[in-house]
């Protein structure tokens, strides 16, 4: 026996085209014929894409009404001569940009790394990055540069503040961003009397700060609204299920350019006569309602699709209804319907460029009015639409990943 084992040849290596990027082509591009066509198919078609798109951005295109853009895309209005006196309020958004770059320097230490750490640097270095656009200094002052460079200590600050103080933990994060973004919204309405705090109206708010303050008020407030909807539809109180179908059944059976049209009308009438509410607060408003119903029905989704052994052993073990539906199936149901919930909020960051319905600037509105309000750009539109979609791509992507990444984390789909 042990003169047999000695003879045993050696195990010979895995042949080389089952192994490395060769092998994973053959069992992924090449593994049958009709797959090997419509691989080389579309390789062709990526090709003649690639040299005619590519020739056309990097040698036809004209892409200097970007730049002619520049600031309005960001913040639209809010800086010009009519809105703000002086023109001496373009600190203010910069200030709100250097909280948030904190914010995300906090969720960096708190999170440990990984894909905060990566959206953390990268929100601060884009950020310092726009320093060292090739404007004037009478376009764009040292002062501008300066506070945009300060992202970057601004994001290293806010690392330390998680990592070595109290509150570096996930509720004083929670709070801290609940708090800077209500400084925000203080420091780009003004306070009446305070030096450099004269107030800007809202109808001058634009560009894609008022997407993104839409986006957040929106994603912050529709997903506990809509647990609400859901767990008020499953209730066994007939008036609450009543209220809460009729609710999302008229907001999703709405388009949300209608709502936008109502809620000039209707929301202040929600309000007593001296305090009727503004055009953000308005869009602000339907924009959440109305992401709420949808959210309500993932949420009720994510419920039903939960075993019913689930309830029946909290019951066995003692816990009330209450207990039951937060400690035991409200997680689950969230956990199980993740993509949902996500694919919801990247919806409603899209649908924050409706608002022009109501006379909002935000960047497409404001990009729109200005190819129509100088012809000699007309013929750089797409340049500047195709640069819009870049900009929500970015976004949308940006919320798809971190999705992913807690799917992996939570283990969604894995039992």
């Known amino acids: 026996m042990a003169t047999t084992l000695q003879q045993r040849p050696p195990s010979l290596p895995p042949p080389r085209s089952e192994t490395g990027a060769v092998g994973w082509m053959r069992a992924n591009l090449f593994s049958t014929w009709y797959n090997a066509l419509l691989t080389v198919v579309l390789v062709i078609i990526l090709v003649v894409a690639l040299w005619y798109g590519?020739?056309?951005?990097?040698?036809?295109?004209?892409?200097?009404?970007?730049?002619?853009?520049?600031?309005?895309?960001?913040?639209?209005?809010?800086?010009?001569?009519?809105?703000?006196?002086?023109?001496?309020?373009?600190?203010?958004?910069q200030a709100?940009?250097?909280?948030?770059?904190?914010?995300?320097?906090?969720?960096?230490?708190?999170?440990?790394?990984?894909?905060?750490?990566?959206?953390?640097?990268?929100?601060?270095?884009?950020?310092?990055?726009?320093?060292?656009?090739?404007?004037?200094?009478?376009?764009?002052?040292m002062d501008v540069r300066l506070l945009l460079v300060a992202n970057l200590p601004a994001v290293f600050a806010g690392w330390a503040l998680g990592r070595y103080t109290?509150?570096?933990?996930?509720?004083?994060?929670?709070?801290?961003?609940?708090?800077?973004?209500?400084?925000?919204?203080v420091l780009l309405r003004g306070i009446e009397g305070v030096p450099g705090m004269q107030p800007v109206s809202v109808i001058h708010w634009g560009g894609i700060t008022l997407n993104i303050l839409l986006a957040v008020a929106g994603i912050t407030l529709s997903l506990p609204i809509g647990i609400a909807l859901a767990l008020g539809r499953r209730s066994n109180l007939p008036i609450v299920k009543l209220l809460c179908v009729v609710f999302i059944e008229v907001f999703r059976g709405v388009p949300l350019i209608t709502l936008l049209f109502?809620?000039?009308?209707?929301?202040?009438?929600?309000?007593?006569?001296?305090?009727?509410?503004?055009?953000?607060?308005?869009?602000?408003?339907v924009i959440t309602l109305f992401s709420a119903a949808y959210?309500?029905?993932?949420?009720?989704?994510?419920?039903?699709?939960?075993?019913?052994?689930?309830?029946?052993?909290?019951?066995a073990l003692g816990l009330p209804g209450w207990?039951?539906?937060?400690?035991?199936?409200?997680p689950q149901a969230i956990r199980n319907v993740i993509p949902a919930i996500v694919?919801?909020?990247?919806?409603?960051?899209?649908?924050?460029?409706?608002?022009?319905?109501?006379?909002?600037?935000?960047?497409?509105?404001?990009s729109r009015a200005f190819i129509q309000g100088n012809t000699e750009y007309l013929s750089s539109?797409?340049?500047?639409?195709?640069?819009?979609?870049?900009?929500?791509?970015?976004?949308?992507?940006?919320?798809?990943?971190?999705?992913?990444?807690?799917?992996?984390?939570?283990?969604?789909?894995?039992?």
């Not at 109290?166 to 919204?185: C, H, Q, R, Y």
Request: hydrophobic share 55%; proline share 4%; net charge neutral.
């Open 54 to 93: 590519g020739r056309w951005a990097l040698v036809d295109a004209d892409w200097s009404v970007i730049g002619v853009l520049g600031g309005q895309m960001v913040i639209g209005q809010y800086n010009i001569e009519s809105s703000c006196p002086g023109q001496n309020c373009f600190w203010r958004p």
């Open 96 to 141: 709100s940009l250097l909280l948030v770059t904190v914010l995300l320097g906090m969720g960096w230490a708190v999170a440990g790394g990984g894909v905060a750490k990566r959206i953390a640097l990268g929100a601060a270095i884009v950020s310092a990055a726009f320093a060292l656009l090739p404007y004037g200094l009478d376009e764009m002052g």
């Open 166 to 185: 109290p509150v570096g933990t996930p509720k004083w994060v929670a709070i801290l961003a609940v708090v800077f973004f209500l400084l925000t919204l």
């Open 262 to 285: 109502m809620s000039q009308v209707l929301v202040p009438l929600a309000f007593p006569e001296d305090l009727k509410p503004n055009s953000l607060l308005r869009a602000a408003i």
């Open 295 to 315: 959210m309500a029905e993932n949420i009720r989704g994510g419920l039903q699709a939960l075993h019913p052994g689930q309830e029946e052993a909290a019951r």
């Open 323 to 330: 207990q039951t539906t937060l400690f035991i199936s409200l």
């Open 343 to 366: 694919g919801q909020f990247i919806a409603l960051f899209k649908d924050t460029s409706l608002v022009y319905i109501i006379g909002m600037l935000d960047i497409v509105e404001i």
């Open 381 to 415: 539109a797409k340049e500047l639409f195709i640069f819009l979609a870049l900009v929500f791509w970015v976004f949308t992507y940006t919320m798809s990943y971190v999705s992913g990444r807690v799917e992996r984390y939570l283990g969604v789909g894995q039992r």
